[in-house]
Protein backbone atom coordinates (compact mmCIF):
# COMPACT_ATOMS: atom_id res chain seq x y z
CA UNK A 1 0.00 0.00 0.00
CA UNK A 2 2.81 2.51 0.81
CA UNK A 3 4.97 1.93 -2.09
CA UNK A 4 1.72 2.44 -4.75
CA UNK A 5 2.03 6.44 -2.73
CA UNK A 6 5.30 7.11 -4.00
CA UNK A 7 3.50 10.39 -4.99
CA UNK A 8 3.19 10.78 -1.06
CA UNK A 9 6.78 10.18 -0.11
CA UNK A 10 7.89 13.02 -3.02
CA UNK A 11 5.65 15.34 -0.90
CA UNK A 12 6.90 14.35 2.15
CA UNK A 13 10.25 15.21 1.63
CA UNK A 14 9.32 18.25 -0.39
CA UNK A 15 7.84 19.84 2.72
CA UNK A 16 11.47 19.40 4.48
CA UNK A 17 13.20 20.79 1.69
CA UNK A 18 10.99 23.79 1.89
CA UNK A 19 11.60 23.81 5.50
CA UNK A 20 15.53 23.18 5.14
CA UNK A 21 15.54 26.30 2.52
CA UNK A 22 13.22 28.47 4.94
CA UNK A 23 15.59 27.80 8.13
CA UNK A 24 18.96 28.48 5.49
CA UNK A 25 17.38 32.04 4.66
CA UNK A 26 16.62 32.88 8.55
CA UNK A 27 20.25 31.99 9.31
CA UNK A 28 21.82 34.31 6.42
CA UNK A 29 19.22 37.10 7.70
CA UNK A 30 20.63 36.69 11.39
CA UNK A 31 24.11 37.11 9.75
CA UNK A 32 23.54 39.76 8.09
CA UNK A 33 21.95 41.17 10.71
CA UNK A 34 25.30 40.67 13.14
CA UNK A 35 27.52 41.84 10.74
CA UNK A 36 25.61 45.30 10.26
CA UNK A 37 25.52 45.46 13.95
CA UNK A 38 29.48 44.99 14.44
CA UNK A 39 29.97 47.00 11.32
CA UNK A 40 28.80 49.94 13.23
CA UNK A 41 31.78 49.42 16.03
CA UNK A 42 34.32 52.41 16.19
CA UNK A 43 37.64 51.69 17.14
CA UNK A 44 39.54 54.71 18.92
CA UNK A 45 42.82 53.19 18.42
CA UNK A 46 44.53 53.19 15.48
CA UNK A 47 44.52 49.33 14.06
CA UNK A 48 48.33 48.25 15.03
CA UNK A 49 47.17 48.80 18.75
CA UNK A 50 45.09 45.50 17.84
CA UNK A 51 47.85 43.34 16.08
CA UNK A 52 48.76 41.93 19.17
CA UNK A 53 46.75 38.37 19.68
CA UNK A 54 46.48 39.33 23.43
CA UNK A 55 44.93 42.96 22.34
CA UNK A 56 42.15 40.86 20.04
CA UNK A 57 41.37 38.66 22.83
CA UNK A 58 40.54 41.80 25.32
CA UNK A 59 38.65 43.35 22.06
CA UNK A 60 36.44 39.53 21.64
CA UNK A 61 35.84 39.31 25.32
CA UNK A 62 34.57 43.20 25.67
CA UNK A 63 32.52 42.39 22.69
CA UNK A 64 31.21 39.35 23.68
CA UNK A 65 30.23 41.08 26.94
CA UNK A 66 28.30 43.63 25.81
CA UNK A 67 26.58 41.77 22.46
CA UNK A 68 26.28 38.03 24.07
CA UNK A 69 22.61 39.02 25.47
CA UNK A 70 21.73 40.10 21.95
CA UNK A 71 23.27 37.09 19.99
CA UNK A 72 21.29 34.47 22.68
CA UNK A 73 18.26 36.57 21.98
CA UNK A 74 18.31 36.40 18.70
CA UNK A 75 19.15 33.17 18.63
CA UNK A 76 15.72 31.90 20.37
CA UNK A 77 13.69 34.05 17.94
CA UNK A 78 15.47 32.70 14.99
CA UNK A 79 14.75 28.82 16.38
CA UNK A 80 11.59 29.53 17.42
CA UNK A 81 10.48 30.69 14.43
CA UNK A 82 12.67 27.61 12.70
CA UNK A 83 10.95 24.66 15.03
CA UNK A 84 6.96 27.00 14.10
CA UNK A 85 7.39 26.63 10.43
CA UNK A 86 8.49 23.17 10.65
CA UNK A 87 5.38 21.83 13.19
CA UNK A 88 3.06 23.96 10.69
CA UNK A 89 4.37 22.47 7.42
CA UNK A 90 4.57 19.25 9.18
CA UNK A 91 0.62 19.64 10.27
CA UNK A 92 -0.47 20.91 7.48
CA UNK A 93 1.66 18.06 4.60
CA UNK A 94 1.20 15.23 6.63
CA UNK A 95 -2.60 16.06 6.97
CA UNK A 96 -3.08 16.11 3.77
CA UNK A 97 -1.27 12.47 3.06
CA UNK A 98 -1.61 10.60 5.69
CA UNK A 99 -5.50 9.89 6.17
CA UNK A 100 -7.31 7.07 4.16
CA UNK A 101 -9.40 9.27 2.33
CA UNK A 102 -10.47 9.47 -1.78
CA UNK A 103 -10.55 12.90 -0.95
CA UNK A 104 -7.80 15.51 -2.61
CA UNK A 105 -4.79 16.85 -1.05
CA UNK A 106 -6.31 20.46 -0.28
CA UNK A 107 -9.50 19.03 1.41
CA UNK A 108 -7.97 16.71 3.42
CA UNK A 109 -5.49 19.46 4.68
CA UNK A 110 -7.85 21.45 5.50
CA UNK A 111 -9.86 19.23 7.59
CA UNK A 112 -7.29 17.29 9.17
CA UNK A 113 -4.90 20.50 10.16
CA UNK A 114 -5.96 21.09 13.61
CA UNK A 115 -6.15 17.01 14.55
CA UNK A 116 -2.34 16.77 12.80
CA UNK A 117 -1.14 20.32 14.64
CA UNK A 118 -2.95 19.54 17.97
CA UNK A 119 -1.54 15.94 18.25
CA UNK A 120 1.97 17.27 17.30
CA UNK A 121 2.05 20.16 19.86
CA UNK A 122 1.22 17.70 22.13
CA UNK A 123 3.25 15.51 21.47
CA UNK A 124 6.27 18.00 21.89
CA UNK A 125 4.71 19.66 25.12
CA UNK A 126 4.36 16.72 27.16
CA UNK A 127 7.88 14.47 25.60
CA UNK A 128 10.09 17.38 25.02
CA UNK A 129 8.74 18.84 29.01
CA UNK A 130 9.04 15.92 30.66
CA UNK A 131 12.70 15.06 29.32
CA UNK A 132 13.85 18.30 30.03
CA UNK A 133 12.59 17.94 33.66
CA UNK A 134 14.71 14.79 34.17
CA UNK A 135 17.91 16.72 32.20
CA UNK A 136 17.55 19.89 34.61
CA UNK A 137 17.25 17.54 37.92
CA UNK A 138 20.17 14.91 36.81
CA UNK A 139 22.64 17.58 34.80
CA UNK A 140 21.60 20.46 37.23
CA UNK A 141 24.82 20.35 38.96
CA UNK A 142 27.07 20.26 35.98
CA UNK A 143 26.68 24.06 34.79
CA UNK A 144 27.97 25.99 38.81
CA UNK A 145 30.55 22.81 39.03
CA UNK A 146 34.19 23.98 37.43
CA UNK A 147 34.97 21.38 34.24
CA UNK A 148 37.94 19.86 35.75
CA UNK A 149 35.58 18.26 38.08
CA UNK A 150 32.86 16.60 35.43
CA UNK A 151 34.47 13.77 35.51
CA UNK A 152 33.90 12.84 39.16
CA UNK A 153 30.67 14.28 38.81
CA UNK A 154 29.94 12.44 35.86
CA UNK A 155 30.71 9.07 38.02
CA UNK A 156 28.13 10.05 40.41
CA UNK A 157 25.54 11.03 38.03
CA UNK A 158 26.00 8.17 35.37
CA UNK A 159 23.23 6.10 36.59
CA UNK A 160 20.74 8.75 37.08
CA UNK A 161 21.80 9.48 33.69
CA UNK A 162 20.86 5.99 31.73
CA UNK A 163 17.84 5.75 33.85
CA UNK A 164 16.47 9.39 32.66
CA UNK A 165 17.39 8.50 29.03
CA UNK A 166 15.13 4.89 29.12
CA UNK A 167 11.80 7.19 30.82
CA UNK A 168 12.10 10.11 28.62
CA UNK A 169 12.74 7.15 25.23
CA UNK A 170 9.95 5.17 26.81
CA UNK A 171 7.95 8.31 26.86
CA UNK A 172 8.74 9.28 23.61
CA UNK A 173 7.52 6.45 22.53
CA UNK A 174 4.31 6.16 24.42
CA UNK A 175 3.25 9.48 22.88
CA UNK A 176 4.41 8.75 19.15
CA UNK A 177 2.12 5.40 19.27
CA UNK A 178 -0.81 7.75 20.69
CA UNK A 179 -0.04 10.67 17.59
CA UNK A 180 0.08 7.79 15.41
CA UNK A 181 -3.25 6.35 16.51
CA UNK A 182 -4.92 10.07 16.50
CA UNK A 183 -3.87 10.90 13.12
CA UNK A 184 -4.76 7.46 11.82
CA UNK A 185 -7.88 7.73 13.35
CA UNK A 186 -7.48 4.45 15.09
CA UNK A 187 -7.60 4.86 18.46
CA UNK A 188 -10.33 1.65 18.70
CA UNK A 189 -7.44 -0.50 17.54
CA UNK A 190 -5.19 0.18 20.39
CA UNK A 191 -7.88 -1.46 23.01
CA UNK A 192 -8.80 -4.10 20.51
CA UNK A 193 -5.90 -5.25 18.97
CA UNK A 194 -3.08 -3.48 21.72
CA UNK A 195 -0.16 -6.32 21.38
CA UNK A 196 -0.74 -6.02 17.54
CA UNK A 197 -0.90 -2.26 17.09
CA UNK A 198 1.93 -2.00 19.48
CA UNK A 199 4.57 -4.39 18.60
CA UNK A 200 3.84 -3.18 14.58
CA UNK A 201 4.71 0.66 15.04
CA UNK A 202 7.55 -0.63 17.87
CA UNK A 203 9.45 -2.83 15.05
CA UNK A 204 9.17 -0.02 12.61
CA UNK A 205 10.41 2.55 14.71
CA UNK A 206 13.49 0.02 16.29
CA UNK A 207 14.52 -0.30 12.80
CA UNK A 208 14.51 3.46 11.36
CA UNK A 209 16.22 3.89 15.18
CA UNK A 210 18.88 1.05 13.91
CA UNK A 211 19.51 2.49 10.29
CA UNK A 212 19.63 6.00 12.14
CA UNK A 213 22.59 4.78 14.73
CA UNK A 214 24.16 2.71 11.20
CA UNK A 215 24.81 5.70 9.67
CA UNK A 216 25.63 7.88 12.46
CA UNK A 217 28.43 5.54 13.44
CA UNK A 218 29.72 5.58 9.59
CA UNK A 219 29.59 9.58 9.94
CA UNK A 220 31.53 9.40 13.03
CA UNK A 221 34.31 6.39 11.99
CA UNK A 222 34.16 8.68 8.81
CA UNK A 223 35.34 11.76 10.64
CA UNK A 224 37.70 9.99 12.48
CA UNK A 225 39.65 8.67 9.22
CA UNK A 226 39.67 11.64 7.51
CA UNK A 227 41.67 14.83 8.07
CA UNK A 228 42.01 18.27 6.10
CA UNK A 229 39.85 20.43 4.12
CA UNK A 230 39.04 17.71 1.52
CA UNK A 231 38.27 15.21 4.60
CA UNK A 232 35.84 17.73 5.99
CA UNK A 233 34.43 18.01 2.42
CA UNK A 234 34.44 14.25 2.42
CA UNK A 235 32.29 14.14 5.71
CA UNK A 236 30.11 16.82 4.83
CA UNK A 237 29.26 15.36 1.78
CA UNK A 238 28.43 12.04 3.06
CA UNK A 239 26.32 13.67 5.99
CA UNK A 240 24.00 15.05 3.02
CA UNK A 241 23.58 12.24 1.28
CA UNK A 242 23.16 10.23 4.36
CA UNK A 243 20.61 12.74 5.67
CA UNK A 244 18.86 12.87 2.39
CA UNK A 245 18.87 9.13 2.12
CA UNK A 246 17.17 8.97 5.63
CA UNK A 247 14.65 11.72 5.09
CA UNK A 248 13.37 9.34 1.66
CA UNK A 249 13.24 6.49 4.41
CA UNK A 250 11.23 7.56 6.95
CA UNK A 251 8.72 9.34 4.83
CA UNK A 252 8.29 5.74 3.24
CA UNK A 253 8.42 4.05 6.84
CA UNK A 254 5.55 6.81 7.77
CA UNK A 255 3.32 5.86 4.80
CA UNK A 256 3.98 1.58 6.12
CA UNK A 257 3.10 2.66 9.45
CA UNK A 258 -0.17 4.56 8.62
CA UNK A 259 -1.01 1.90 5.83
CA UNK A 260 -0.71 -0.84 8.36
CA UNK A 261 -3.13 0.41 10.75
CA UNK A 262 -5.27 0.95 7.90
CA UNK A 263 -4.81 -2.98 7.10
CA UNK A 264 -5.52 -3.85 10.61
CA UNK A 265 -9.10 -3.45 10.60
CA UNK A 266 -9.86 -5.87 7.47
CA UNK A 267 -7.85 -8.17 8.68
CA UNK A 268 -9.43 -8.48 12.27
CA UNK A 269 -12.25 -9.06 10.45
CA UNK A 270 -11.57 -11.51 8.07
CA UNK A 271 -10.28 -13.38 11.44
CA UNK A 272 -14.29 -12.72 12.96
CA UNK A 273 -15.96 -13.57 9.24
CA UNK A 274 -13.40 -15.97 7.41
CA UNK A 275 -14.77 -15.59 3.99
CA UNK A 276 -17.45 -13.22 4.25
CA UNK A 277 -16.41 -10.89 1.12
CA UNK A 278 -16.43 -13.97 -1.12
CA UNK A 279 -20.07 -14.97 0.53
CA UNK A 280 -21.39 -11.17 -0.16
CA UNK A 281 -19.58 -11.77 -3.43
CA UNK A 282 -22.30 -14.28 -4.76
CA UNK A 283 -25.34 -13.08 -2.79
CA UNK A 284 -27.84 -11.20 -5.30
CA UNK A 285 -27.61 -7.17 -5.90
Known sequence: MARRRAGAIVLDVTWKAIWIGFTGLLFLLGMLWLRIELGNIELNRPVSAFQSPLALLILA???WRAYASTFFAAAAVLAGVSAAA????????RAGLLPASSDGFVR???TNFKIF????LLKIVLAGGTALVLALIVLGRYPSTPFS???VLWLDSRGAFFVASLVSLILWFAFTLLETLIRGNALELFGREM???VGLIATLLLFEGAIWASAAVTIVTLMALVSGTNGILLVFVAGSVFATLLSVLHSY???VRFSALESVPRQFSEELHPGADRLQSRLPA
Open 195 to 197: FLV
Open 86 to 93: WIVLEATF
Open 149 to 151: EWP
Open 117 to 120: LVSS
Open 108 to 110: KAS
Open 61 to 63: REL
Open 253 to 255: LLL
